[in-house]
């Protein structure tokens, strides 16, 4: 079992950054696919980021290339989400999720997620 606890939303202002933080607990996340997912309201869920098993192994959706660079710290059995200038349209529910498989940015594929953490940007 995984057990996966995200942190680090709240509420910037646009232009600002935000870093979440996914914790683990359980297994040891280097040995699983991490991504961030993100739903907005009235919206479905989103792949955001992914971070494969393989050394330079990432997906980025087109929105946030540029800005957001998900990364690894296998000291603190954690994944993390940097984020940098934000815009209003980056406020949803963040996700974190745990994929035992091959490399994937389909929601069904993993198997852990984390409660979420709300980001909310204003202008």
């Known amino acids: 079992q995984v057990q996966l606890v995200e942190s680090g939303g709240g509420l910037v202002q646009a232009g600002g950054s935000l870093r979440l933080s996914c914790a683990a607990s359980?297994?040891?996340?280097?040995?699983?696919?991490m991504a961030w997912f993100r739903q907005a309201p009235g919206k479905e869920r989103e792949v955001v980021a992914v971070?494969?098993?393989?050394?330079?192994?990432?997906y980025y959706a087109n929105t946030v290339k540029g800005r957001f660079t998900i990364s690894r710290d296998n000291a603190k059995n954690a994944v993390t989400l940097q984020m940098n200038s934000l815009k209003v349209e980056d406020t949803a529910v963040y996700y974190c999720?745990?994929?035992?498989?091959?490399?994937?940015?389909?929601?069904?594929?993993?198997?852990?997620w984390g409660q979420g953490t709300q980001v909310t940007v204003s202008s």
């Open positions: 971070t494969g098993l393989s050394s330079g192994s990432t």
């Open positions: 359980g297994r040891t996340v280097s040995t699983y696919g």
């Open positions: 999720a745990a994929n035992a498989g091959s490399y994937s940015i389909r929601r069904y594929d993993y198997e852990y």
